[in-house]
T-cell receptor
Framework: KAGVTQTPRYLIKTRGQQVTLSCSPI?????VSWYQQTPGQGLQFLFE???????NKGNFPGRFSGRQFSNSRSEMNVSTLELGDSALYLC?????????????FGNGTRLTVT | DQQVKQNSPSLSVQEGRISILNCDYT??????FLWYKKYPAEGPTFLIS?????DKNEDGRFTVFLNKSAKHLSLHIVPSQPGDSAVYFC?????????????FGTGTQLKVEL
């Protein structure tokens, strides 16, 4: 079974630009979550989608948005990029999206904002 | 406010000995706890979890202990192996009627030396 696939692996953008990251979950998984990892901050929850609906949202500004398609694939968009948005963005999928259904992470997209 | 804390950023252990990684939490609504392991350039991998109705869960060399009154959990790895060298993240989830929203600690870098 293929794992969670994130594209691209690396991105370099300029302040003020916008970026879209893509995530393909494990086949059959309907829940997709996004996390931001920065040095010293651990992983911080961005949002979670289940059956194309956003079920949970973390404490990030509205510049961070996402969506999920009918095939469970998900995209995350960040508009008006700031230097502080430089981070590793991780996508994770789970079978049911319940707390006892472990997350399976992709290898992430490393975003650098200059 | 860091609701899940891993106060030791790093830990060094000799091969064959026990590794003990600690995690504290402040939110009494958390009722499910997980440990993830992360190698460089890879996404986190699920290791083991424990529900708040238990105080211990074992899986091979890995055991997680939960002390609800102290709001503390620990991961024991016995015996430690060089391949265990990685960053370990503690994560917590609250009863919320569905939806994966994990709160992660900042991680502990474990180094297992020969």
């Amino acid at each position: 079974k293929a794992g969670v696939t994130q594209t691209p692996r690396y991105l370099i953008k300029t302040r003020g630009q916008q970026v879209t990251l893509s995530c393909s979950p494990i086949s059959g998984h309907r829940s997709v979550s996004w996390y931001q990892q920065t040095p010293g901050q651990g992983l911080q929850f961005l949002f979670e989608y289940f059956s194309e609906t956003q079920r949970n949202k973390g404490n990030f500004p509205g510049r961070f948005s996402g969506r999920q398609f009918s095939n469970s694939r998900s995209e995350m968009n960040v508009s008006t990029l700031e230097l502080g948005d430089s981070a590793l963005y991780l996508c994770a999928s789970s079978a049911t999206g319940e707390n006892n259904s472990p997350l399976h992470f992709g290898n992430g997209t490393r975003l650098t904002v200059t | 406010d860091q609701q899940v804390k891993q106060n030791s950023p790093s830990l060094s252990v000799q091969e064959g000995r026990i590794s003990i990684l600690n995690c504290d939490y402040t939110n009494s609504m958390f009722d499910y706890f997980l440990w993830y392991k992360k190698y460089p350039a890879e996404g986190p991998t699920f290791l083991i979890s424990i529900s708040s109705i238990k105080d211990k869960n074992e899986d091979g060399r890995f055991t997680v202990f939960l002390n609800k009154s102290a709001k503390h959990l620990s991961l024991h790895i016995v015996p430690s192996q060089p391949g265990d060298s990685a960053v370990y993240f503690c994560a917590a989830a609250g009863y919320g009627g569905g939806g994966n929203k994990l709160t992660f600690g900042t991680g502990t870098q474990l180094k297992v030396e020969l």
